[in-house]
């Protein structure tokens, strides 16, 4: 039998996990807007997310929540990349989370046809 104090400390668990993948799960990107964005992105990534020189990853069919976690990674400093410090200083939480909906709606095999 769990004593008093083990209940409240599972509820607490319960709690703070149900909140950690509430957060997780955001969806809050829309995909049109994203591609309205992407012209700041393109030179290096490319409309359709095909990285147009070696040093820039593609983006086309990434995770979303990966592509929002590196953005709001590099906006914040914990990393570093001195061309992406100077594109994600511009952009809102509105505009990365539309950003990863665009490049996550692509299809990496039918890139230079964007058309989701």
Request: hydrophobic content about 40%; glycine content about 8%.
């Amino acid at each position: 039998m769990r004593t008093p104090t083990q209940k409240t400390g599972a509820r607490a668990l319960l709690i703070a996990l149900s909140a950690t993948c509430a957060a997780g799960a955001h969806a809050a990107g829309t995909a049109a807007a994203g591609h309205a964005k992407a012209a700041l992105c393109a030179a290096c990534h490319g409309l359709d997310g095909r990285s147009q020189i070696p040093e820039a990853p593609n983006l086309a069919g990434q995770v979303e929540g990966y592509l929002v976690e590196q953005l709001r990674a590099f906006k914040s400093g914990e990393r570093h990349n001195e061309q992406m410090a100077i594109i994600v200083k511009t952009l809102s939480p509105q505009d990365i989370d539309d950003l990863a909906a665009w490049y996550a709606s692509l299809d990496p095999s039918k890139a230079g046809h964007a058309n989701p």
